[in-house]
């Protein structure tokens, strides 16, 4: 069982050197000043070839490499933007979660509950519910073989930049339904299905460093469910309470990613939901801040932080010592395009919590979580991913 894994890896004492150890490398892990989340919007030629597969017009070898070809062209665009650090646009998966979920033995797939649909809207007012999918756990937890590294190590050789990799939240295992979406003939322990969640999450990101990948990000906009009363009152419908279950949430988090290495940066991504321009919670930070921020032990947060619904900054004051921060202040869910000098002042605002040499910026989420995107043109996508770079390099020299 792995519970309180600092201490199973030698107690206290070791918990405290190896935390030392880790402000002593803050330095040479990846930080870029200007990141984005991940997801890029697809293009029409990707968009018709997958369409193709699932009609069974396409074999899968055709479908990857018109895969290809879209990363190689959108890698290049992003270097030309001058970026530090590149993403795939997540181009092989149909959302931000699902493939690599799916592809865990003893996990199915289900429809969601419509209750826990996404407000979706566009500048006129219009738009659609998205109603995301739920995980349920039908046996026992576990990987075959690394799910992302073979497409990690297709970026790296594609890019004379870094490459980074996003990988869903471990939370998305179990939030939808929580005990109840686990099996019990499986599971009759609960903590023994985290202890195999954290065993596949190791595994995956040991196998990520063997390929040579130093930035991880982990996408969890679940963590920001704890701040409405809406998705709170289903965590007790389900019989918990819902601050217990954020705190073993971030436990779950800390534990998955305990193992990097020194070198290896693990940036999480918490923003309030995104498909199609739509969200599904709304409030600052400041009701999760003390779990979230200041309790999860990665290197930095991207957090979400382009309008109204994401509150002000004076939560940060919470964060953990040592944890560097990214804000979100680009919105991919509409067009226009944000003022620079606005950006920067707000920059100003945050480094009233923060130091400003531990700060950056992005986005405030992907463009594409999921495969159809939000309601944005892609000449939007590459003016405000643009406009994050020059940002960038007007407050810290570099992107």
Not at 72 to 83: K, M, N, P, T
Not at 92 to 110: H, S
Not at 120 to 132: L, N
């Amino acid at each position: 069982m792995i519970v309180g894994a600092d201490v199973e890896r030698g107690g206290m004492i070791e918990h405290g050197l190896a935390a030392k150890a880790h402000l002593m490398t803050a330095a040479t892990r990846p930080f870029p000043r200007a990141d984005q989340v991940g997801s890029l919007l697809r293009p029409p030629e990707l968009a018709r070839a997958r369409e193709r597969r699932k009609a069974g017009t396409l074999d899968a070898a055709a479908l990857r490499a018109v895969e290809d070809d879209a990363i190689r062209a959108i890698v290049r665009r992003q270097e030309e933007l001058g970026f530090s650090v590149v993403v795939d646009g997540e181009f092989r998966r149909e959302n931000w979660w699902v493939d690599f979920i799916a592809a865990l033995d003893g996990v199915q797939i289900r429809d969601g509950d419509p209750a826990q649909a996404f407000v979706t809207t566009d500048q006129h007012g219009h738009g659609e519910s998205y109603v995301p999918k739920d995980v349920v756990t039908t046996g026992t937890i576990a990987a075959r073989a690394p799910v992302m590294a073979p497409d990690y190590a297709f970026l790296a050789r594609t890019t004379k930049v870094a490459a980074k990799v996003t990988l869903p939240s471990p939370s998305r295992l179990h939030f939808h339904g929580g005990r109840a979406s686990v099996s019990r003939e499986a599971y009759p322990d609960i903590e023994a299905f985290f202890a195999d969640v954290v065993a596949v999450y190791r595994a995956e990101i040991a196998a990520l460093e063997a390929a040579g990948c130093r930035y991880v990000q982990i996408d969890d906009p679940l963590l920001t469910y704890f701040i409405s009363d809406r998705l709170r009152a289903a965590v007790r419908a389900a019989g918990e309470d819902p601050d217990a279950r954020l705190a073993r949430y971030v436990r779950l988090i800390n534990d998955c990613i305990a193992a990097r290495g020194a070198g290896t940066a693990v940036g999480v991504h918490v923003c309030r939901g995104n498909a199609k321009s739509g969200w599904i919670a709304e409030g600052g930070y400041e009701r999760v801040a003390e779990a979230v921020l200041g309790g999860l032990q990665c290197d930095h947060l991207l957090l979400e932080y382009d309008d109204a619904r994401s509150g002000d900054f004076a939560p940060l004051r919470h964060l953990r010592k040592g944890t560097r921060v990214t804000l979100g202040l680009v919105t991919t869910k509409r067009g226009d395009l944000e003022d620079v000098d606005l950006l920067k002042r707000r920059i100003d605002e945050a480094a009233r919590y923060v130091t400003l040499d531990d700060l950056a910026i992005s986005p405030q989420c992907g463009f594409a979580s999921t495969v159809e995107g939000n309601l944005i043109t892609p000449e939007h996508q590459w003016a405000k991913l643009d406009l994050v770079v020059r940002v960038a390099k007007d407050v810290w020299g570099t992107a």
